[in-house]
């Protein structure tokens, strides 16, 4: 479904990621850890077709993204990709069933409140916030109309970019358990960057990223054995 070849990418000389070769399934839930700065999001901008100035290949869907032209990969982006970032990106102006239903809207697939939507909203349990605006709503309540817009439209792949990280611990712990039930129930293809190993339990593939490098990891325990060697490298 998604295959990088020997993708890499500097900043002002600086080598952020080199000769990344990495593959994910459909119904693969990927995640990459990685401290902060290491790269997991210029990565994740290079696979959701954010940003295409990079060196090496990225196969997305049966095509090479060098091989489309940009209003084709626009359209992928907006009816394939499903986004969920750190800060929400709810539309103030709009009420949550607004925001939930926008996305499916611009993709031309009106899918209005039909059984898709109301099963999605009961297994996020948002029903009783879709006419509150977002400015009315918590941030893990904000996270779960986010996690909700992203799938309504039914994307191929859900992309994930350290969804945790406004929210306290204790929602943290709560956003997890209702992604999980919604990436299982749903079915969704995910990909993950992430600092915080919680929410990494979600996957079921685990990468960690570090000096450019993409390391595959047999679990989340040698995950967390690289953080703390990396803490202590300084
Ligand atoms: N637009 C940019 N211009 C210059 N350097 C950047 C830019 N974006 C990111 N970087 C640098 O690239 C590195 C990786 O950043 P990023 O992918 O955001 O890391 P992460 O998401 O893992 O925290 C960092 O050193 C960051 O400072
Ligand atoms: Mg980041």
Same mark, same amino acid.
């Given at each position: 479904?998604?295959?990088?070849?020997?993708?890499?990418?500097?900043?002002?000389?600086?080598?952020?990621?080199?000769?990344?070769?990495?593959?994910?399934?459909?119904?693969?839930?990927?995640?990459?850890?990685?401290?902060?700065?290491?790269?997991?999001?210029?990565?994740?901008?290079?696979?959701?077709?954010?940003?295409?100035?990079?060196?090496?290949?990225?196969?997305?869907?049966?095509?090479?993204?060098?091989?489309?032209?940009?209003?084709?990969?626009?359209?992928?982006?907006?009816?394939?990709?499903?986004?969920?970032?750190?800060?929400?990106?709810?539309?103030?102006?709009?009420?949550?069933?607004?925001?939930? #239903?926008?996305?499916?809207? @611009?993709?031309?697939?009106? !899918?209005?409140? $039909?059984?898709?939507?109301? /099963?999605?909203?009961?297994? %996020?349990?948002?029903?009783?916030?879709?006419?509150?605006?977002?400015?009315?709503?918590?941030?893990?309540?904000?996270?779960?109309?986010?996690?909700?817009?992203?799938?309504?439209?039914?994307?191929?792949?859900?992309?994930?970019?350290?969804?945790?990280?406004? #929210?306290?611990?204790?929602? @943290?712990?709560?956003?997890? !358990?209702?992604? $999980?039930?919604?990436?299982? /129930?749903?079915?969704?293809? %995910?990909?993950?960057?992430?600092?915080?190993?919680?929410?990494?339990?979600?996957?079921?593939?685990?990468?960690?990223?570090?000096?450019?490098?993409?390391?595959?990891?047999?679990?989340?325990?040698?995950?967390?054995?690289?953080?703390?060697?990396?803490?202590?490298?300084?």
């Amino acid at each position: 479904m998604i295959r990088l070849e020997n993708v890499s990418k500097s900043y002002n000389d600086k080598m952020i990621l080199e000769n990344i070769n990495f593959e994910v399934e459909q119904g693969d839930r990927v995640v990459i850890l990685g401290k902060s700065g290491s790269g997991k999001t210029t990565l994740l901008n290079i696979i959701a077709t954010i940003d295409s100035n990079y060196s090496g290949n990225v196969y997305l869907f049966n095509n090479y993204l060098s091989k489309l032209k940009n209003s084709d990969i626009a359209k992928l982006r907006r009816d394939q990709l499903g986004f969920i970032f750190q800060d929400f990106g709810l539309l103030e102006n709009f009420n949550i069933e607004e925001n939930i #239903l926008l996305p499916s809207r @611009s993709a031309g697939k009106d !899918i209005k409140k $039909d059984e898709y939507f109301n /099963k999605l909203i009961d297994v %996020l349990n948002i029903e009783n916030l879709l006419k509150r605006y977002p400015s009315e709503l918590s941030g893990g309540e904000k996270q779960r109309a986010a996690i909700a817009r992203a799938i309504i439209k039914k994307p191929k792949l859900v992309v994930a970019d350290e969804i945790t990280s406004a #929210l306290d611990i204790y929602t @943290s712990k709560e956003l997890i !358990i209702y992604l $999980d039930d919604v990436v299982t /129930k749903f079915n969704i293809t %995910l990909l993950m960057v992430t600092h915080d190993l919680e929410v990494a339990r979600v996957c079921n593939k685990v990468y960690f990223i570090r000096h450019g490098h993409l390391i595959e990891l047999d679990n989340l325990n040698s995950a967390e054995k690289l953080f703390y060697q990396e803490s202590n490298e300084g």
